[in-house]
T-cell receptor, first 114, second 119 residues
């Protein structure tokens, strides 16, 4: 079974608008971490934001916030005030406690329109 | 501040040839990982090493071997390359606290990737 599901292969957003990228996960481990990474066309992987399974509040990092709904097993990334430079592929990943290995979703390609 | 260094950046092999991808990190991280990324896809874990002296299979280990040479270095070997192994390979590392992992911000630090083509 897919551990990380990103249901939006591609998304479009107008510059300066907000956009939500969906991510659902599946785990029976009570200790886990959820991560979002950005991969621009140049290919490098850039860490954006992290949410721990025990964290009570949603994580925020500048224009990025994570909408964490534990009961629904979802960890959606919200990008506020989109910029042209936000055009990239975005990956949701989960790190599970016991094994310590990270599993990635298939990604969402975001295109910001001027 | 080098971080995670992968070599080579590009490689073309013929079917049946062997090669080793090198990875080194200078952040004193415990855990190291090898991922592959096929076009338009997410990253799939090939092998990982939770700590020096240990290695474990990931999702797609067939056709690969790894060596955790020391705490800094984690190499990936293709013994007999096949066209299906054409991909971009990423090495990554993370601090990892130890056997009892409690969710902390242990993000992955990635190398710049190796574009491998097998003809």
């Amino acid at each position: 079974a897919q551990k990380i599901t990103q249901t939006q292969p591609g998304m479009f957003v107008q510059e300066k608008e907000a956009v939500t990228l969906d991510c659902t996960y599946d785990t029976s481990d009570p200790s886990y971490g959820l991560f979002w990474y950005k991969q621009p066309s140049s290919g490098e992987m850039i860490f954006l934001i992290y949410q721990g399974s025990y964290d009570q509040q949603n994580a925020t990092e500048g224009r990025y916030s994570l909408n964490f709904q534990k009961a629904r097993k979802s960890a959606n990334l919200v990008i506020s005030a989109s910029q042209l430079g936000d055009s990239a592929m975005y990956f949701c990943a989960m790190r599970e406690g016991y094994a310590g290995k990270s599993t990635f979703g298939d990604g969402t390609t975001l295109t910001v329109k001027p | 501040n080098a971080g995670v260094t992968q070599t080579p950046k590009f490689q073309v092999l013929k079917t049946g040839q062997s090669m080793t991808l090198q990875c080194a990190q200078d952040m004193n991280h415990n855990s190291m990982y090898w991922y592959r990324q096929d076009p338009g896809m997410g990253l799939r874990l090939i092998y990982y090493s939770a700590s020096e002296g240990t290695t474990d299979k990931g999702e797609v280990p067939n056709g690969y071997n790894v060596s955790r040479l020391n705490k800094r270095e984690f190499s990936l070997r293709l013994e007999s390359a096949a066209p299906s192994q054409t991909s971009v390979y990423f090495c990554a590392s993370s601090p990892r606290q130890g056997a009892k992992f409690i969710a902390t911000n242990e993000k992955l630090f990635f190398g710049s990737g190796t574009q491998l083509s097998v003809l």
